[in-house]
């Protein structure tokens, strides 16, 4: 019986959700979210970009989250695709997102 238990505590590890520069609107959906979900999120704003992908590789291979969510633009087409053969082996779901911009009126006025 105590085996079953480990098992569901380290199952219950791998359910963090990691938000690597979340926007604002990325944070006001995180707000949103119910408490017991908000407890397992982590933000993480990166100083020194050039130490994203290093990080984030780590993260994975600890295997303690569940998702992570990223930008495109922080990483590199290659790291990209390296980050995702990675989180695939290690049942990890990585969300690349395309940068966003607000439409203000002088790029409304663009289109």
């Given at each position: 019986m105590?085996?079953?238990?480990?098992?569901?505590?380290?199952?219950?590890?791998h359910h963090w959700?990691?938000?690597?520069?979340?926007?604002?609107?990325q944070t006001k959906k995180i707000r949103k979210l119910?408490?017991?979900?908000?407890?397992?999120?982590l933000m993480l704003h990166p100083k020194k970009?050039?130490?994203?992908?290093s990080a984030l590789q780590l993260?994975?291979?600890?295997?303690?989250y569940q998702c992570i969510t990223i930008?495109?633009?922080?990483?590199?087409?290659?790291?990209q695709q390296s980050l995702k053969?990675?989180?695939v082996r290690n049942n990890t779901l990585l969300t690349l997102l395309n940068p966003q911009r607000n439409l203000?009126?002088?790029?409304q006025l663009s289109l």
């Open positions: 105590s085996a079953v238990f480990k098992q569901e505590n380290n199952h219950a590890l959700m990691l938000w690597v520069a979340p926007t604002s609107d119910p408490e017991f979900q908000k407890q397992k999120v970009t050039n130490q994203v992908f993260a994975i291979h600890s295997q303690l930008s495109k633009s922080l990483l590199s087409a290659q790291e053969v990675l989180a203000n009126s002088a790029s």
